[in-house]
């Protein structure tokens, strides 16, 4: 997950409607979305 872009990130978290996804960094978005920081 860590290779992915930031704008991927978001439209991933955006599909599991997870609340404030816009305002979060790269690790942020990662944790969010279950996966491990880099």
Do not use: C, F, N
Request: hydrophobic letters at 35%; aromatic letters at 6%.
């Amino acid at each position: 997950m860590p290779k992915q872009t930031v704008k991927e990130l978001k439209a991933l978290a955006k599909e599991k409607k997870i609340k404030g996804y816009y305002k979060m960094k790269k690790a942020e978005l990662i944790a969010a979305l279950g996966g491990s920081k880099p």
